[in-house]
Nanobody
Framework: QVELVESGGELVQAGGSLRLSCAAS????????MGWFRQAPGKEREFVAALSWSSGDTYYADSVKGRFPISRDNAKNTVYLQMNSLKPEDTAVYYC?????????????????WGQGTQVTVSS
């Protein structure tokens, strides 16, 4: 089992920045990939970014490419999502996820482990 705890969400003005953190514990040696997803009110959960734990390769949704770099600190078993140039449409609950086998990184069904979510609100 892998446990994930997100932090860093808050209210921010459009154009501002936030950094989300996701700390993993438990069977962290089994992690293959980690990702960030988000869900806005009345919308489906959508892929934001993912990172291969072994290679460090990163993947992004087109809507955040160039604005939300994903990174990791292996020693702390933590993955980060640096959110820059925030827009009101980025408002959502952001979830961290992890998988322990190869799967489609943009598909939420590939991730068995999820954090509780952290609210990001961007005001215009």
């Amino acid at each position: 089992q892998v446990e994930l705890v997100e932090s860093g969400g808050e209210l921010v003005q459009a154009g501002g920045s936030l950094r989300l953190s996701c700390a993993a514990s438990g069977r962290t040696f089994s992690i293959v990939d980690m990702g960030w997803f988000r869900q806005a009110p009345g919308k489906e959960r959508e892929f934001v970014a993912a990172l291969s734990w072994s290679s460090g390769d990163t993947y992004y949704a087109d809507s955040v490419k160039g604005r939300f770099p994903i990174s990791r600190d292996n020693a702390k078993n933590t993955v980060y999502l640096q959110m820059n140039s925030l827009k009101p449409e980025d408002t959502a609950v952001y979830y961290c996820a992890a998988n322990d086998r190869i799967g489609r990184l943009s598909d939420s069904r590939a991730y068995p482990y999820w954090g509780q979510g952290t609210q990001v609100t961007v005001s215009s």
